[in-house]
């Protein structure tokens, strides 16, 4: 962890400053707008296969670009490391996992395969179709821009079909750098260091993702359970 502070020009996600007020409204969450990210653990397999399972045969091919079929897909969550990788979640009202994101360690990889770029993080991500357009993608990019910095990355590199304009559009919004190669396309987003900063800002956000998710767990329990007596 460095203790530089981020050139002025950069917001709390490392990004640079839009160039218009709406969009700078758009780019820094209010308050009302903070949208809870909780970490996921490897206790969380199960949920994050149910989630990846309720997408569609496009949004699959979209996510993993190819056809993946349920027993790869399931292959694929039984070996997250969730000790060198990060993955986190959105959570809707009746506390279904809405939206996952997966960052995963490159070790030794800059853009074009070049190791002395330094470390970087692939991002991968899903919303469900329920939860699109509301800007659920974009908060997670941010939300992994950030950990990826406390990570030590120095880049973060998303792999997405050419065709798959949102999450173009959310990595070229970040700044990235977008090469396409037919139907491939490689995007490369270069991240200033971590800071103190960023670091309370990730331990603050964790945990209150945790603690909202616990409260709201609780109050559906307890309705369940009021149900329950009102109806015996
Ligand atoms: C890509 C995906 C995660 C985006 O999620 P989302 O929550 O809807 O994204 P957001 O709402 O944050 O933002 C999407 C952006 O793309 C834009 N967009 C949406 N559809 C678009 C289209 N057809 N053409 C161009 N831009 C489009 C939106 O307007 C928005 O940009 P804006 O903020 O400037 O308005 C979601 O579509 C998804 O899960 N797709 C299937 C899996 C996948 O493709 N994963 C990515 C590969 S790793």
Same mark, same amino acid.
Do not use: C
């Given at each position: 962890?460095?203790?530089?502070?981020?050139?002025?020009?950069?917001?709390?996600?490392?990004?640079?400053?839009?160039?218009?007020g709406?969009?700078?409204?758009?780019?820094?969450?209010?308050?009302?707008?903070?949208?809870?990210?909780?970490?996921?653990?490897?206790?969380?397999?199960?949920?994050?296969l149910?989630?990846?399972?309720q997408?569609d045969?496009?949004?699959?091919?979209?996510?993993?670009?190819?056809?993946?079929?349920?027993?790869?897909?399931a292959?694929?969550? =039984?070996?997250?490391?969730f000790? +060198? @990788?990060?993955?986190?979640?959105?959570?809707n009202? $009746? &506390?279904?996992?809405?939206? /996952?994101?997966?960052?995963?360690?490159?070790?030794?990889?800059?853009?074009?395969g070049?190791?002395?770029?330094?470390?970087?993080?692939?991002f991968?991500?899903?919303v469900?179709?329920?939860?699109?357009?509301?800007?659920?993608?974009?908060?997670?990019?941010q939300?992994?821009i950030m950990?990826?910095?406390?990570?030590?990355?120095?880049?973060m590199?998303i792999?997405?079909?050419?065709?798959?304009a949102?999450?173009?559009?959310?990595?070229?919004k =970040?700044?990235?750098?977008?090469? +396409? @190669?037919?139907?491939d396309?490689?995007?490369?987003? $270069? &991240?200033?260091?971590?800071? /103190?900063?960023s670091?309370?800002d990730?331990?603050?956000?964790?945990?209150?993702?945790?603690?909202?998710?616990r409260?709201?767990?609780?109050?559906?329990?307890?309705?369940?359970?009021?149900?329950?007596?009102?109806?015996?």
């Amino acid at each position: 962890m460095t203790h530089t502070q981020p050139p002025r020009s950069l917001d709390r996600f490392g990004l640079q400053p839009p160039s218009d007020g709406a969009a700078a409204n758009q780019r820094r969450p209010t308050l009302d707008g903070w949208i809870p990210i909780r970490d996921l653990h490897a206790r969380h397999r199960r949920r994050i296969l149910d989630h990846l399972l309720q997408l569609d045969e496009r949004d699959r091919y979209l996510r993993f670009g190819f056809q993946i079929t349920q027993d790869q897909m399931a292959r694929y969550v =039984a070996s997250i490391d969730f000790k +060198r @990788d990060e993955v986190f979640g959105i959570f809707n009202r $009746k &506390l279904q996992l809405v939206a /996952v994101a997966h960052l995963a360690a490159m070790p030794g990889q800059g853009p074009h395969g070049d190791s002395s770029r330094g470390r970087a993080m692939e991002f991968g991500v899903s919303v469900l179709e329920s939860g699109r357009g509301k800007g659920l993608g974009m908060r997670l990019f941010q939300h992994a821009i950030m950990h990826a910095r406390n990570q030590g990355a120095s880049h973060m590199m998303i792999h997405a079909l050419s065709e798959n304009a949102p999450m173009l559009r959310i990595a070229a919004k =970040a700044g990235a750098t977008v090469e +396409r @190669d037919g139907p491939d396309a490689e995007a490369w987003l $270069k &991240l200033p260091p971590d800071t /103190v900063g960023s670091h309370i800002d990730s331990s603050l956000h964790s945990l209150a993702a945790e603690v909202i998710y616990r409260v709201k767990y609780r109050v559906m329990h307890i309705a369940d359970w009021l149900r329950l007596i009102a109806s015996a």
